[in-house]
């Protein structure tokens, strides 16, 4: 199921910059794009796992910390996965062939469904980063606006 997620937001990425800049460019962007993608939703389970360290006081950095020791944390626990991550979603998505001639039918189709997996990630994302806050009875400032759970 992840597989056939994932060839589905690669496709939509190839058939956008298809549409934005032509063949050479959809075969050049296509990638970069999918990466797009994928983390936001990366992003939102960080932020997740971040509150929960939180919550609980086993933040293995603190603001006494050293540079290099934050430095090396961010490597670490930040860049290693995401690395480790694109090549796997790259492993996983490239044994499939892209559809490169689809009729304007199936492109509405791939678009309609990138985009709702776009949204989907977005909105995980912003609840992701909101929402703890809310939960616990702190103000979020949006704008002129507060929010605040009484």
Request: hydrophobic share 45%.
């Amino acid at each position: 199921m992840l597989r056939a997620l994932l060839i589905h937001i690669r496709d939509f990425c190839y058939h956008y910059s298809k549409k934005q800049g032509g063949e050479k460019f959809a075969e050049e962007n296509y990638k970069l794009r999918l990466l797009g993608f994928v983390f936001i939703y990366y992003i939102g389970i960080l932020v997740v796992l971040g509150n929960i360290a939180h919550h609980y006081n086993k933040m293995p950095i603190n603001k006494n910390s050293s540079f290099s020791g934050r430095i090396f944390f961010s490597l670490f626990f930040f860049l290693l996965p995401s690395w480790l991550l694109l090549k796997w979603i790259l492993k996983t998505v490239e044994d499939s062939p892209i559809k490169i001639d689809v009729s304007l039918d199936e492109y509405r189709k791939i678009r309609n469904r990138g985009l709702f997996i776009l949204g989907f990630g977005c909105v995980f994302c912003l609840s992701c980063l909101v929402l703890p806050t809310y939960i616990r009875g702190g103000k979020i400032h949006v704008g002129n606006y507060v929010i605040q759970r009484k």
